[in-house]
């Protein structure tokens, strides 16, 4: 049995379903992310495990019980703020210390525990400053520091890295995941940042409009995504229009328009499909070569990025540029577009 | 420039010369209020609180200041964490309408709750001055507190509850040690509001006097005027010393020392 337990989960506001018809199994010690664009209902989802909201229909439970109608106050969870909401009447010390006066430790006890932790969190010695003393990210390890120290079963965290600056994001990322794993407690991360999400977490689900369109790992999201919103929300695609022209025992041979008669391995569906349908082929830009391939084109636009370089290549009989992104420099004059039939995602045509 | 700066000062003179007369003359030996002074004393101090009629008004107008200043503030912090905390129908016509009596003249206001309290046969007492006090005092509470309610993150209260806290902790450790500060703001402003106050007390008070109206009845006798002098100048001081008071409570931020560590 899953540790965290969604079932048919829904949260009207008026005539707008925020949440709609959520089911979702979160494993035991899992780093588990929940991914859309703002607005498409994770932060309510959130806010009902929390127990900040409650749902208009379904049921919660965590660790086998039941969460429907039980206060925030009362619940195995622990939420890290958007705003990381510190206290700011208290210090440091006291700001992690809050949640800890129904334990009724020792005086010494209490200040060993809060210590621990915030050597954990590397704040140590700053048990004593204000919380307008400190910088963003020193507010943000207080925030994680405050809910961890209660060792809940389950760690929420609401866009925990949306107010820091990108290098810093990057090393709390780091740290974040070394920390889910060295204490095992379950973390779910609510974000709308699918690089945050795809480094981080070990299972992933994509929302829009309030409901579930993928749950799987980083990797299987980026190579197997089953619907088009979600190929587009997890890294850039283009995306072709295409015709199953026939099926040959493991592959399958398409008629792609401007590609021209493409085949792809029988595997990259993940739909049922018959000779004559119309579906979506999705392919990446790293996976397509400038040279060597079928498909005549000309670069009309490029950038360095350092590492690769970005280029944007008009091919007859397509309005829009496909994007290709290549390491090394480009070669000069018309380019031969190619790719490895395995590259091909085939999507449901909607 | 320079013509700017004299009538900065002019309009000053204009607005505390008048008021520092009071003081100055409180000390002057004489029982005429005139210049050249006569000489200094301090004996209209010694008259003033020798005088127990006096005592007992100042006792009146502490006890209804201070019952005042409690209820507006109760009843003011209730509406504002209403007002702030729950999207409310119709908020701003009902702060318009409790703000209203801020704006009636007081001698309409007084004579209408003359008018009541004769109709429903309530007796001119200091508790008719309370109720009166309060239409004043509810609308100065109610601004002032719901300033400090918007000036917190409503998520600081989840983050209290999230930890484990409920309603009732959460106001006691989160809420009011955040607004504090305009509480006391709340609960001073409200008692200079109801101390000073000299029309509807006159109005309401019935045999009991508050100071101001005791003061309003000395003034018919000529001898007893650097008296009320000196306990003008008394009033004064305490007054400003009450609003300075109370706006360094309004404006600390939320800078306070914290207990623990």
């Given at each position: 049995m899953a540790f965290l337990s969604l079932s048919k989960v829904s949260k009207r506001f008026g005539d707008f379903a925020a949440v709609d018809g959520v089911d979702l199994e979160v494993p035991r010690g899992a780093f588990f992310a929940l991914l859309g664009p703002s607005g498409c209902g994770k932060t309510t989802l959130l806010r009902m495990i929390a127990g900040f909201a409650q749902p208009d229909e379904g049921i919660i439970a965590?660790?086998?019980?039941?969460?429907?109608?039980?206060?925030?106050?009362?619940?195995?969870?622990?939420?890290?703020?958007?705003?990381?909401?510190?206290?700011?009447?208290?210090?440091?010390?006291?700001?992690?210390?809050?949640?800890?006066?129904?334990?009724?430790?020792?005086?010494?006890?209490?200040?060993?525990?809060?210590?621990?932790?915030?050597?954990?969190?590397?704040?140590?010695?700053?048990?004593?400053?204000?919380?307008?003393?400190?910088?963003?990210?020193?507010?943000?390890?207080?925030?994680?520091?405050?809910?961890?120290?209660?060792?809940?079963?389950?760690?929420?965290?609401?866009?925990?890295?949306?107010?820091?600056?990108?290098?810093?994001?990057?090393?709390?990322?780091?740290?974040?995941?070394?920390?889910?794993?060295?204490?095992?407690?379950?973390?779910?991360?609510?974000?709308?940042?699918?690089?945050?999400?795809?480094?981080?977490?070990?299972?992933?689900?994509?929302?829009?409009?309030?409901?579930?369109?993928?749950?799987?790992?980083?990797?299987?999201?980026?190579?197997?995504?089953?619907?088009?919103?979600?190929?587009?929300?997890?890294?850039?695609?283009?995306?072709?229009?295409?015709?199953?022209?026939?099926?040959?025992?493991?592959?399958?041979?398409?008629?792609?328009?401007?590609?021209?008669?493409?085949?792809?391995?029988?595997?990259?569906?993940?739909?049922?499909?018959?000779?004559?349908?119309?579906?979506?082929?999705?392919?990446?830009?790293?996976?397509?070569?400038?040279?060597?391939?079928?498909?005549?084109?000309?670069?009309?636009?490029a950038s360095f990025l350092g590492e690769r370089s970005h280029y944007q290549v008009k091919i007859a009989g397509r309005a829009e540029p496909v994007f290709v992104a290549s390491p090394g420099a480009a070669p000069q004059g018309p380019v031969m577009l190619g790719w490895q039939p395995e590259s091909l995602i085939s999507l449901p045509f909607e | 420039m320079k013509s700017l700066r004299a009538y900065a000062f002019a309009y000053l003179a204009f607005l505390y010369l008048p008021v520092l007369f009071l003081p100055l003359f409180s000390f002057n030996n004489s029982h005429f209020i005139a210049f050249p002074l006569s000489g200094f004393t301090l004996e209209w101090y010694r008259q003033l609180f020798a005088d127990d009629a006096m005592l007992h008004a100042l006792g009146n107008s502490l006890e209804v200041g201070a019952v005042t200043a409690l209820l507006a503030t109760l009843l003011g912090l209730m509406a504002a964490k209403a007002v702030t905390q729950y999207r409310l129908r119709g908020v701003g016509a009902m702060l318009g309408f409790i703000s209203l009596p801020l704006f009636i003249p007081d001698i309409v206001l007084g004579l209408s709750l003359l008018l009541l309290l004769g109709v429903i046969g309530f007796p001119l007492s200091l508790a008719g001055v309370v109720l009166g006090h309060l239409t004043l005092c509810i609308p100065f509470a109610i601004t002032v507190l719901i300033a400090r309610f918007e000036g917190f993150d409503r998520n600081l209260e989840e983050v209290s509850a999230d930890l484990g806290e409920g309603p009732w902790m959460t106001f006691w450790r989160v809420s009011f040690p955040l607004i504090l500060p305009g509480i006391a703001a709340s609960l001073l402003l409200t008692f200079i509001t109801s101390f000073d106050e000299f029309l509807l007390a006159y109005f309401l008070s019935g045999t009991e006097a508050t100071l101001p109206v005791y003061i309003w009845g000395q003034l018919r006798f000529p001898e007893r005027l650097p008296m009320v002098l000196a306990l003008g100048a008394l009033i004064l001081v305490a007054s400003v010393a009450l609003v300075i008071l109370a706006e360094w409570a309004r404006n600390r931020g939320v800078e306070k020392k914290s207990i623990g560590a």
């Open positions: 965590i660790d086998g019980a039941m969460m429907n109608g039980v206060p925030a106050n009362l619940r195995p969870t622990n939420m890290v703020f958007q705003s990381y909401a510190i206290f700011p009447h208290l210090n440091v010390f006291d700001n992690v210390a809050y949640g800890l006066r129904k334990e009724r430790l020792g005086k010494e006890a209490l200040r060993a525990r809060v210590e621990a932790m915030l050597a954990t969190v590397r704040l140590e010695g700053l048990g004593a400053r204000r919380a307008d003393e400190l910088s963003g990210g020193q507010r943000q390890r207080v925030a994680l520091a405050r809910a961890l120290v209660k060792q809940p079963k389950l760690l929420l965290l609401d866009e925990p890295l949306g107010a820091l600056d990108k290098r810093l994001r990057q090393a709390m990322q780091v740290e974040l995941r070394a920390l889910q794993k060295s204490l095992g407690i379950t973390f779910l991360l609510v974000t709308h940042d699918q690089e945050e999400a795809l480094s981080m977490a070990d299972q992933v689900a994509v929302m829009s409009g309030g409901k579930i369109l993928q749950v799987a790992s980083p990797r299987e999201l980026y190579e197997r995504p089953k619907c088009r919103a979600v190929a587009d929300f997890i890294g850039e695609v283009n995306f072709f229009h295409a015709t199953v022209k026939s099926i040959d025992g493991d592959s399958v041979t398409a008629n792609a328009g401007v590609l021209g008669l493409v085949t792809l391995p029988r595997a990259n569906f993940t739909f049922p499909f018959a000779p004559g349908d119309h579906i979506l082929l999705a392919l990446r830009p790293e996976r397509i070569t400038l040279s060597g391939g079928t498909v005549a084109g000309e670069i009309i636009a | -």
